[in-house]
């Protein structure tokens, strides 16, 4: 924390300015940009660039803060669930393609750096490499998500969904036919198909201005189908080893609910409690409530899946998984919203070695929305 | 410090009367912190009043503004409160533990909380209640469940209370002292009708308590009596009333309905008959009432409650065709 | 809204009568409200906004005394049915404390005074403070939206699962909460930003005036525990739409990790309503005492320590929801550290009288009758702190009347204090002082009927949010409803006042009171940019060179 501020070190906090006719008649906001020595990219209420950086800088970290504290909610409920449940992380990690992951780690590494390679070339007045910098991480971006949408899909298509709609019947697992993909794929088609159009007329009115926002603008929206190809072939690759991996799952539990001692530890806990709280009591057996999910399937226990596989269990690790990755989604896409209105700027030729906060301040938020995911990826697809 | 005293002689006004063990370290604490705190509050007030006379503004009164600080003073300030918060952490943590720590050799009685009844059943005999029977001078343990939402235990006069959570068993444990009937109330907001989610507590004598149980574990012979029974425990009278005509609780009226049509959510009409009532206990949804679509949904009994049961149940409503007085 | 309820707005602004040029004639129409960017005007919407939310939620909280006039105990024959109370009392809560409460100190009396105080022109992000408006708006429209379809019927606090199949508007609640959590982050960043980078040349951290302190504590809780709410309710909203069962039993979720999460948020809340409402009476205690303030770093230093406190005491909420015993143990040991803060504060206030000259005017006696309240509130924390009574009290009318004393009888009258206090400020206008004191005097008695009765029905057992009693509580009921009537008779009389002085009231000099900060050294009300020619910054609480001056009816500063 900075204990002095700019103000403070001898500036005069308060240029003179003539108050104009055109001041006071000015609408709405009044804040003209009336002072001489104000220049236009100066707010008029700071005195000079450094203290408008500065306030700009220490905002975006506190708004970074919030984010943190925004998705640590959802980091407890990860860690509280997999302390209950370890075995149903185990079983349900299974189904995530790390493969799909890696991917998209490295696709939004890759982001990181063009990122900070714009930020450096704003403050160069680079407007060529800054345009395309920021072109470059759009495009990520977009893969990015044209990635996850075949994860959703596919998962949306062997019903593994989030808590109360959990369908999967994993034996007999419908291979994902149905078309959420394509669904998926309608909004991104239609701005790439708008985004063609954009680029052709800039080309027709010969605008350069109006090419240098299109152009990334297009790229962008064909990385999203880059990204959908990609996953695609990795997925395709993937669909019998991944039917695999979700019976090698069973396998696996299978037998840790004899080997384990962790799994069987839990049975046990969970045993004693209701034969503690079942003493000389018989229980009215609620509808569907845990207690009977965990306690009355003695019959079952032989097969640890029945009692995973359901919607109080896999369900609600699936609802931890989409609430993660889709809040996350939802990230990227306010980043790429932006990071287009970065490119218009810079390609306006805005930024300059005094003015570079914007590019600076969303290249911070770029990075920890990047930050998030390295913590989400091993969290969700690699720890077993 | 004399907190016995002053609970004999304040107890008509702050407390219900005390009836468990616990009532003892909870009403000394009590009444410590009252009487700290009036020992603070009293000089902060007259200082307050004193300062607003002494100092006021009138012509040819300056004020000195020079005191500004006093380390001492306000070293004193910090430090006094600060022992005094111990002090009374430690008694609250005490008195806490012993709450906690459930003693063994006790009476069991399980407790069901529901959409908006209690119900109890007593180890020894299986036998059931919604009016909760304990015996005196017994440790007594509750295993208390939630059907469907949080609903939360409170016996005033024993200074008792745990939350009740669904999916989890709570448990509570205290030690009547006194024979006679309490309040026992829920306490954790719970929907339409919290506020009659409300039941008495009786402690007898260890014979009347045996007795007692021996009588509640006989079911009534006689099949009206036999459903209104079932009426009073299966939760049903939280939310049905089973009397005055037309009273609208968070679900319909049984009485005067009987042979009659009656309008369903769904916009058709069907007559209130055996089959009717059948279907609302297995199925509510099908049989959903129209006027009560933001009430809260009724679950299903079915897997709950025996053919037998239901017949039981269903002489029982049409018992109430000709409305006799509402069962309390 | 604004537009309509400011009489200056449809002045025209006319640059030669340059002395009496202010925000208010500054720029006319609805768009020059609507679209301002001037923290003043931004201050002023959020008043009038605010100013209606809690007299809605005032109907409210009149609707619930009135029904618990009588017990109730015939369903049929009580004023408003059972499901209809739980809307009442659940509108009346979420209101008062997510529209009204939260915003109501930083975001009105702060917007106006932040900058002022700081000698700048407006805060850092002047469009960010007008959206952190809007998103208040939205949230505002949220409500009423619940208000006109099925009502909100699950407490303020949104306890799973009743929450989760309640039948009534939760998801536009919960939705409403979460866009009124980020005006809130994005009004306490920007205050964080403008005090951390906009500090005028002069001003350390040490002479700051406390009011900006409070704010600056209120500001660092906003900014980190409201996105944990915000994550909280959209699981919330996201458990009802799709069902995803993080806190849903039925799913294995678990109803008590909904309330660590809502408490998180909602305890370190409790101190966002409190500690601006502590900054104004630090205030108003040395300006109408006429001396400066008594331990000002001690002041200052317990603003911090609550918050920073604040955040490792939620579990007291929670006490009886079955947390392990050392967890529960724990927290009840963290609860008591918070309160030698709030000890220390109370007698510094004291401190302040001592010697000074006191001036016994409208905002001092509800500066008062804020150390009396407040007082009281907190001494009955103490009783919901230790555990074993709590036990007892948890739940219970007793904790009604605890949160009322600090949160009514703390920040509401602390607020209608600097109101008053900075009305002549806001509006260029001076209110009656005798009929001040009146409404002041009607508060505080009707505030204290309305609540000591609760402090008794508490600890005799009435438990909260109940429709209907057991007869034995009726009376100390009915002196409570009493007691409210009289509440709401002494507030509409504050609001009279108020109104009254914008039709009829003198022209307010620039300094009215005496005070020594910033914003008592530009024009009533200030100009557009706050001040004609820079301020010198001095100590904020020296009073030795503020003088009377008997002609203007202005304090004014001499010249050293």
Same mark, same amino acid.
């Given at each position: 924390?900075?204990?002095?501020?700019?103000?403070?070190?001898?500036?005069?906090?308060?240029?003179?300015?003539?108050?104009?006719?055109?001041?006071?008649?000015?609408?709405?906001?009044?804040?003209?940009?009336?002072?001489?020595?104000?220049?236009?990219?100066?707010?008029?209420?700071?005195?000079?660039?450094?203290?408008?950086?500065?306030?700009?800088?220490?905002?975006?970290?506190?708004?970074?803060?919030?984010?943190?504290?925004?998705?640590?909610?959802?980091?407890?409920?990860?860690?509280?669930?997999?302390?209950?449940?370890?075995?149903?992380?185990?079983?349900?990690?299974?189904?995530?393609?790390?493969?799909?992951?890696?991917?998209?780690?490295?696709?939004?590494?890759?982001?990181?750096?063009?990122?900070?390679?714009?930020?450096?070339?704003?403050?160069?007045?680079?407007?060529?490499?800054?345009?395309?910098?920021? =072109?470059?991480?759009?495009?990520?971006?977009?893969?990015?998500?044209?990635?996850?949408?075949?994860?959703?899909?596919?998962?949306?298509?062997?019903?593994?969904?989030? =808590?109360?709609?959990?369908?999967?019947?994993?034996?007999?697992?419908?291979?994902?036919?149905?078309?959420?993909?394509?669904?998926?794929?309608?909004?991104?088609?239609?701005?790439?198909?708008?985004?063609?159009?954009?680029?052709?007329?800039?080309?027709? +009115?010969?605008?350069?201005?109006?090419?240098?926002?299109?152009?990334?603008?297009?790229?962008?929206?064909?990385?999203?189908?880059?990204?959908?190809?990609?996953?695609?072939?990795?997925?395709?690759?993937?669909?019998?080893?991944?039917?695999?991996?979700?019976?090698?799952?069973?396998?696996?539990?299978?037998?840790?609910?004899?080997?384990?001692?962790?799994?069987?530890?839990?049975?046990?806990?969970?045993?004693?409690?209701?034969?503690?709280?079942?003493? =000389? +009591?018989?229980?009215?057996?609620?509808?569907?409530?845990?207690?009977?999910?965990?306690?009355?399937?003695?019959?079952?226990?032989?097969?640890?899946?029945?009692?995973?596989?359901?919607? =109080?269990?896999?369900?609600?690790?699936?609802?931890?998984?989409?609430?993660?990755?889709?809040?996350?989604?939802?990230? +990227?896409?306010?980043?790429?919203?932006?990071?287009?209105?970065?490119?218009?700027?810079?390609?306006?030729?805005?930024?300059?070695?005094?003015?570079?906060?914007?590019?600076?301040?969303?290249?911070?938020?770029?990075?920890?929305?990047?930050?998030?995911?390295?913590?989400?990826?091993?969290?969700?697809?690699?720890?077993? | 410090?004399?907190?016995?005293?002053?609970?004999?002689?304040?107890?008509?006004?702050?407390?219900?009367?005390?009836?468990?063990?616990?009532?003892?370290?909870?009403?000394?604490?009590?009444?410590?912190?009252?009487?700290?705190?009036?020992?603070?509050?009293?000089?902060? $007030?007259?200082?307050?009043?004193?300062?607003?006379?002494?100092?006021?503004?009138?012509? %040819?009164?300056?004020?000195?503004?020079?005191?500004?600080?006093?380390?001492?003073?306000?070293?004193?300030?910090?430090?006094?409160?600060?022992?005094?918060?111990?002090?009374?952490?430690?008694?609250?943590?005490?008195?806490?533990?012993?709450?906690?720590?459930?003693?063994? *050799?006790?009476?069991?009685?399980?407790?069901?909380?529901?959409?908006?009844?209690?119900?109890?059943?007593?180890?020894?005999? %299986?036998?059931?209640?919604?009016?909760?029977?304990?015996?005196?001078?017994?440790?007594?343990?509750?295993?208390?469940?939630?059907?469907?939402?949080?609903?939360?235990?409170?016996?005033?006069?024993?200074?008792?209370?745990?939350?009740?959570?669904?999916?989890?068993?709570?448990?509570?444990?205290?030690?009547?002292?006194?024979?006679?009937?309490? *309040?026992?109330?829920?306490?954790?907001? #719970? %929907?339409?009708?919290?506020?009659?989610?409300?039941?008495?507590?009786? $402690?007898?004598?260890?014979?009347?308590?045996?007795?007692?149980?021996?009588?509640?574990?006989?079911?009534?012979?006689?099949?009206?009596?036999?459903?209104?029974?079932?009426?009073?425990?299966?939760? #049903?009278?939280? #939310?049905?009333?089973?009397?005055?005509?037309?009273?609208?609780?968070?679900?319909?009226?049984?009485?005067?309905?009987?042979?009659?049509?009656?309008?369903?959510?769904?916009?058709?009409?069907?007559?209130?008959?055996?089959?009717?009532?059948?279907?609302?206990?297995?199925?509510?949804?099908?049989?959903?009432?129209?006027?009560?679509?933001?009430?809260?949904?009724?679950?299903?009994?079915?897997?709950?409650?025996?053919?037998?049961?239901?017949?039981?149940?269903?002489?029982?409503?049409?018992?109430?065709?000709?409305?006799?007085?509402?069962?309390? | 809204?604004?537009?309509?309820?400011?009489?200056?707005?449809?002045?025209?602004?006319?640059?030669?009568?340059?002395?009496?040029?202010?925000?208010? @004639?500054?720029?006319?129409?609805?768009?020059?409200?609507?679209?301002?960017?001037?923290?003043?005007?931004?201050?002023?919407?959020?008043?009038?906004?605010?100013? &209606?939310?809690?007299?809605?939620?005032?109907?409210?909280?009149?609707?619930?005394?009135?029904?618990?006039?009588?017990?109730?105990?015939?369903?049929?024959?009580?004023?408003?049915?059972?499901?209809?109370?739980?809307?009442?009392?659940?509108?009346?809560?979420?209101?008062?404390?997510?529209?009204?409460?939260?915003?109501?100190?930083?975001?009105?009396?702060?917007?106006?005074?932040?900058?002022?105080?700081?000698?700048?022109?407006?805060?850092?992000?002047?469009?960010?403070?007008?959206?952190?408006?809007?998103?208040?708006?939205?949230?505002?429209?949220?409500?009423?939206?619940?208000?006109?379809?099925?009502?909100?019927?699950?407490?303020?606090?949104?306890?799973?699962?009743?929450?989760?199949?309640?039948?009534?508007?939760?998801?536009?609640?919960?939705?409403?909460?979460?866009?009124?959590?980020?005006?809130?982050?994005?009004?306490?960043?920007?205050?964080?930003?403008?005090?951390?980078?906009?500090?005028?040349?002069?001003?350390?951290?040490?002479?700051?005036?406390?009011?900006?302190?409070?704010?600056?504590?209120?500001?660092?809780?906003?900014? /980190?525990?409201?996105?944990?709410?915000?994550?909280?309710?959209?699981?919330?909203?996201?458990?009802?739409?799709?069902?995803?069962?993080? &806190?849903?039993?039925?799913?294995?979720?678990?109803?008590?990790?909904?309330?660590?999460?809502?408490?998180?948020?909602?305890?370190?809340?409790?101190?966002?309503?409190?500690?601006?409402?502590?900054?104004?009476?630090?205030?108003?205690?040395?300006?109408?005492?006429?001396?400066?303030?008594?331990?000002?770093?001690?002041?200052?230093?317990?603003?911090?320590?609550?918050?920073?406190?604040?955040?490792?005491?939620?579990?007291?909420?929670? &006490?009886?929801?079955?947390?392990?015993?050392?967890?529960?143990?724990?927290?009840?040991?963290?609860?008591?550290?918070?309160?030698?803060?709030?000890?220390?504060?109370?007698?510094?206030?004291?401190?302040?009288?001592?010697?000074?000259?006191?001036?016994? @005017?409208?905002?001092?006696?509800?500066?008062?009758?804020?150390?009396?309240?407040?007082?009281?509130?907190?001494?009955?924390?103490?009783?919901?702190?230790?555990?074993?009574?709590?036990?007892?009290?948890?739940?219970?009318?007793?904790?009604?009347?605890?949160?009322?004393?600090?949160?009514?009888?703390?920040?509401?009258?602390?607020?209608?204090?600097?109101?008053?206090?900075?009305?002549?400020?806001?509006?260029?206008?001076?209110?009656?002082?005798?009929?001040?004191?009146?409404?002041?005097?009607?508060?505080?008695?009707? &505030?204290?009927?309305?609540?000591?009765?609760?402090?008794?029905?508490?600890?005799?057992?009435?438990?909260?949010?109940?429709?209907?009693?057991?007869?034995?509580?009726?009376?100390?009921?009915?002196?409570?409803?009493?007691?409210?009537?009289? /509440?709401?008779?002494?507030?509409?009389?504050?609001?009279?006042?108020?109104?009254?002085?914008?039709?009829?009231?003198?022209?307010?000099?620039?300094?009215?009171?005496?005070?020594?900060?910033?914003?008592?050294?530009?024009?009533?009300?200030?100009?557009?940019?706050?001040?004609?020619?820079?301020?010198?910054?001095?100590?904020?609480?020296?009073?030795?060179?503020?003088?009377?001056?008997?002609?203007?009816?202005?304090?004014?500063?001499?010249?050293?």
């Amino acid at each position: 924390m900075k204990i002095e501020s700019p103000r403070q070190q001898g500036r005069h906090p308060f240029p003179k300015f003539q108050k104009t006719m055109t001041e006071v008649a000015a609408p709405a906001d009044g804040h003209g940009h009336d002072h001489h020595d104000h220049p236009s990219w100066l707010a008029h209420h700071f005195d000079d660039a450094e203290q408008q950086y500065d306030s700009g800088k220490l905002g975006m970290w506190l708004f970074l803060v919030t984010e943190v504290l925004f998705f640590s909610g959802m980091f407890c409920a990860y860690v509280l669930y997999r302390n209950r449940n370890p075995e149903v992380f185990e079983f349900c990690s299974a189904f995530l393609n790390e493969k799909l992951g890696a991917i998209n780690t490295g696709v939004l590494l890759f982001s990181s750096l063009t990122m900070a390679w714009a930020v450096r070339a704003s403050q160069l007045k680079q407007t060529k490499i800054l345009v395309g910098m920021l =072109g470059a991480t759009l495009g990520c971006a977009a893969m990015f998500l044209g990635v996850k949408s075949v994860e959703y899909s596919h998962k949306w298509g062997i019903g593994l969904l989030p =808590g109360r709609y959990y369908v999967a019947q994993v034996e007999n697992a419908p291979h994902a036919e149905t078309n959420y993909l394509q669904m998926l794929c309608v909004i991104p088609a239609i701005l790439s198909a708008v985004f063609l159009l954009y680029y052709v007329y800039s080309l027709v +009115i010969a605008s350069k201005f109006h090419q240098r926002v299109a152009g990334p603008l297009l790229v962008s929206g064909l990385c999203f189908f880059a990204g959908v190809g990609l996953g695609n072939i990795l997925e395709g690759g993937e669909h019998h080893d991944e039917h695999g991996a979700g019976s090698h799952a069973h396998d696996d539990a299978h037998g840790h609910a004899h080997a384990d001692p962790l799994v069987q530890g839990v049975a046990t806990a969970e045993k004693a409690t209701v034969e503690t709280a079942d003493e =000389g +009591i018989s229980f009215v057996k609620t509808s569907g409530g845990p207690v009977n999910d965990v306690a009355v399937t003695k019959e079952e226990e032989g097969i640890p899946n029945s009692k995973v596989n359901n919607q =109080g269990m896999a369900g609600l690790f699936f609802s931890i998984y989409y609430c993660m990755t889709g809040v996350h989604a939802v990230h +990227i896409i306010g980043g790429m919203l932006v990071i287009t209105w970065l490119i218009v700027k810079a390609s306006r030729e805005e930024f300059h070695s005094e003015y570079f906060g914007p590019v600076d301040n969303v290249g911070l938020y770029w990075h920890l929305v990047d930050f998030i995911w390295i913590y989400l990826f091993p969290l969700l697809y690699l720890i077993t | 410090m004399n907190s016995l005293i002053l609970a004999d002689i304040s107890e008509g006004f702050w407390f219900p009367p005390a009836a468990s063990t616990f009532a003892k370290q909870v009403d000394f604490l009590y009444y410590a912190i009252l009487w700290i705190s009036i020992i603070f509050f009293i000089p902060i $007030v007259i200082a307050m009043i004193y300062f607003m006379v002494k100092y006021r503004q009138r012509p %040819g009164y300056k004020g000195s503004p020079e005191a500004l600080h006093n380390t001492p003073l306000e070293i004193t300030w910090t430090v006094v409160p600060s022992f005094i918060a111990i002090w009374i952490f430690w008694e609250g943590a005490v008195g806490y533990l012993d709450m906690a720590i459930i003693p063994d *050799d006790t009476v069991d009685v399980a407790v069901y909380a529901a959409k908006w009844n209690w119900n109890f059943k007593y180890k020894e005999n %299986g036998a059931e209640s919604p009016i909760l029977y304990l015996p005196i001078d017994k440790d007594i343990k509750l295993t208390m469940q939630s059907k469907d939402v949080l609903h939360s235990f409170f016996i005033p006069a024993f200074r008792a209370k745990r939350d009740v959570v669904p999916g989890r068993y709570h448990y509570l444990w205290f030690h009547p002292t006194r024979e006679g009937v309490f *309040d026992l109330f829920c306490t954790e907001y #719970c %929907g339409d009708n919290h506020s009659t989610m409300i039941t008495k507590v009786q $402690v007898l004598s260890d014979e009347k308590y045996k007795a007692k149980l021996a009588e509640l574990v006989k079911e009534p012979e006689d099949i009206v009596e036999r459903g209104k029974w079932l009426y009073e425990r299966k939760a #049903c009278k939280g #939310c049905h009333y089973a009397g005055t005509e037309g009273a609208k609780g968070p679900g319909p009226s049984y009485n005067g309905s009987w042979g009659k049509k009656v309008p369903l959510a769904n916009g058709t009409e069907v007559t209130f008959d055996e089959n009717y009532v059948k279907t609302s206990i297995l199925n509510p949804m099908e049989a959903a009432r129209k006027g009560y679509e933001t009430a809260s949904a009724m679950p299903s009994y079915k897997g709950q409650l025996k053919d037998e049961q239901i017949d039981a149940l269903i002489a029982f409503i049409r018992s109430l065709e000709s409305g006799p007085a509402r069962p309390k | 809204m604004s537009a309509v309820t400011s009489p200056m707005t449809t002045t025209v602004a006319s640059p030669d009568k340059s002395p009496e040029h202010h925000y208010l @004639n500054h720029s006319s129409g609805f768009l020059s409200w609507a679209l301002t960017l001037d923290h003043k005007r931004i201050g002023m919407m959020y008043l009038a906004g605010i100013l &209606f939310s809690f007299f809605l939620g005032g109907v409210f909280a009149l609707a619930i005394r009135i029904h618990l006039w009588n017990p109730n105990l015939d369903p049929e024959a009580a004023w408003l049915s059972n499901a209809t109370y739980n809307r009442v009392f659940t509108l009346h809560g979420a209101i008062m404390v997510f529209l009204f409460i939260i915003p109501s100190v930083p975001a009105a009396l702060g917007n106006f005074l932040l900058p002022i105080m700081l000698g700048t022109k407006d805060v850092a992000f002047p469009r960010l403070n007008l959206g952190s408006f809007y998103l208040w708006v939205t949230g505002l429209l949220f409500f009423t939206y619940t208000l006109f379809s099925s009502g909100i019927d699950t407490g303020w606090t949104f306890y799973t699962p009743y929450s989760i199949e309640s039948k009534s508007a939760v998801e536009a609640a919960t939705l409403g909460v979460f866009i009124l959590g980020f005006s809130s982050i994005f009004t306490g960043l920007n205050f964080i930003v403008t005090i951390n980078t906009m500090r005028p040349p002069g001003m350390t951290w040490f002479k700051m005036p406390l009011f900006l302190w409070a704010v600056y504590a209120t500001s660092i809780i906003q900014v /980190l525990a409201t996105p944990v709410l915000g994550i909280t309710v959209l699981l919330l909203a996201l458990e009802r739409f799709i069902g995803i069962g993080i &806190f849903d039993p039925a799913l294995n979720g678990d109803p008590v990790t909904f309330q660590h999460f809502f408490w998180f948020y909602s305890h370190p809340a409790v101190y966002i309503m409190i500690l601006p409402a502590m900054g104004i009476i630090s205030e108003l205690m040395s300006v109408h005492s006429h001396k400066g303030i008594f331990g000002y770093r001690m002041i200052a230093y317990s603003s911090i320590a609550i918050a920073l406190f604040g955040f490792l005491v939620w579990g007291h909420h929670m &006490f009886t929801s079955g947390m392990a015993d050392v967890t529960t143990i724990v927290f009840s040991a963290l609860t008591f550290t918070v309160s030698i803060p709030s000890a220390i504060k109370v007698f510094n206030w004291l401190g302040t009288m001592y010697q000074g000259t006191v001036a016994l @005017n409208t905002p001092m006696i509800y500066a008062l009758a804020f150390i009396f309240l407040f007082t009281i509130g907190g001494l009955t924390g103490l009783f919901l702190g230790a555990l074993s009574t709590d036990m007892h009290l948890h739940d219970t009318y007793f904790v009604v009347a605890h949160f009322h004393y600090v949160m009514m009888g703390g920040t509401l009258v602390a607020f209608l204090g600097g109101l008053f206090h900075w009305w002549p400020k806001m509006t260029g206008k001076m209110f009656n002082d005798t009929a001040g004191i009146l409404s002041a005097a009607i508060v505080f008695v009707g &505030f204290n009927l309305t609540f000591l009765p609760q402090f008794v029905l508490g600890t005799r057992g009435m438990p909260r949010r109940y429709a209907s009693y057991v007869r034995e509580f009726q009376q100390l009921h009915q002196l409570s409803t009493i007691g409210a009537m009289t /509440l709401g008779l002494g507030l509409l009389v504050a609001g009279l006042v108020l109104l009254h002085s914008l039709f009829y009231g003198k022209k307010a000099p620039m300094n009215p009171w005496g005070g020594a900060t910033l914003e008592w050294e530009c024009s009533s009300p200030p100009p557009h940019d706050n001040f004609s020619s820079p301020p010198t910054v001095g100590d904020p609480y020296d009073f030795t060179s503020v003088e009377y001056d008997g002609k203007t009816g202005s304090y004014f500063k001499k010249k050293k």
